[in-house]
């Protein structure tokens, strides 16, 4: 059995679920459907091929994301999330080169190696460099004056964790960043890479190794095996081309407002929603989340 889940922006007219059903139900078996938040967030249950489900329902709602999983081990134990652009609204690295002056040159190449057109780690090395000399103060200044959590971040993960899922936030980008975000949303675990310090400015470094695509997809896979569950009860969430191993090797992997390449791959992808989506996607109802 799976489902499809939509989630609209808006709203969804009933009729139009009712002759999505009924142009899916020859190709794909549907049993049933019901809404999850009536005139806005529906589930479809059906027997087979979602590929034909996906095909049909993708282009038949406006400003609706659409999620196709099977139906078992539907609500997840475990979680692995980005962090920039993802549970953040910003990239910590392009707003910390605008204290320096250098925004533009560093978020080009940040831009581009999202996009999977660059080596992250040689990126990272390249961006960080140029902010050799940065007063330490501007971290701080940085987290106070342009880090904001994404809408739907903290009631996403504090239901999560509620519900005892584990949750890690595993990022490309720095610690003084990802643990107060970690902290303040609630996380388990925070894992980035450490910007190198000293006499109170940064020096142009990161300790190695560096925090990368293998990095996060080891991290997904180490959970899996401390925490003994079935793979399939995984969900890993981001937005780059640094974030499509752990995507791709998720029980369920999502691409959030995301790069192209990105979007392509994951199973689910999130467009028009905010991060509450994902605890629709698990089958779990308003109002049972614990509201952030």
């Known amino acids: 059995m799976f489902i499809a889940t939509l989630i609209a922006a808006e709203s969804i007219a009933e009729r139009d679920i009712s002759d999505a059903v009924a142009r899916m139900d020859d190709l794909c078996g549907v049993s049933e459907w019901r809404w999850v938040e009536e005139g806005r967030v529906a589930d479809i249950y059906f027997k087979e091929d ?7 329902l993708s282009p038949w709602f406006d400003r ?16 692995i999330a980005d962090m920039d652009s993802t549970m953040i609204t910003v990239e910590c690295i ?7 002056g250098i ?3 560093i978020a080009d190449v940040t831009e581009r190696a999202m996009r999977g057109e660059l080596d992250f780690a040689s990126a990272l090395d390249a961006r960080v460099a140029l902010l050799e000399g940065l007063e330490e103060a501007a971290i701080q200044r940085c987290l106070d004056e342009r880090v904001k959590l994404m809408p ?10 509620a519900r005892g899922a584990t949750t890690i936030l595993v990022s490309g980008g720095f610690t003084r ?3 107060p975000v970690g902290h303040a949303l609630g996380f388990h675990r925070m894992i980035a890479n450490r910007l190198l310090i000293e006499d109170g400015r940064l020096t142009g470094k990161v300790r190695k190794p560096i925090v990368d695509a293998t990095t996060k997809e080891v991290t997904l896979l180490a959970a899996i095996d401390e925490l003994g569950i079935d ?10 081309a640094n974030d499509l191993p752990m995507i791709r090797r998720a029980g369920l992997g999502v691409a959030y407002h995301a790069k192209p390449i990105v979007a392509a791959e994951a199973a689910v992808r999130i467009d028009h929603n905010d991060l509450t989506a994902l605890l629709h996607i698990q089958g779990i109802p308003r109002g049972e989340w614990v509201e952030g």
């Open 231 to 240: 793979p399939a009860a995984t969900l890993a969430v981001g937005d780059g």
């Open 50 to 56: 979602p590929a034909w489900a996906d095909g049909v």
């Open 103 to 105: 925004k533009p040159q």
């Open 64 to 79: 609706t994301d659409v999620a196709i999983q099977p139906a078992a081990n539907r609500e997840k134990k475990l979680l």
């Open 94 to 100: 392009d707003e910390l080169a605008d204290y320096a």
């Open 177 to 179: 960043f990802a643990e």
């Open 152 to 161: 739907g971040a903290k009631t996403l993960i504090q239901t999560m964790r």
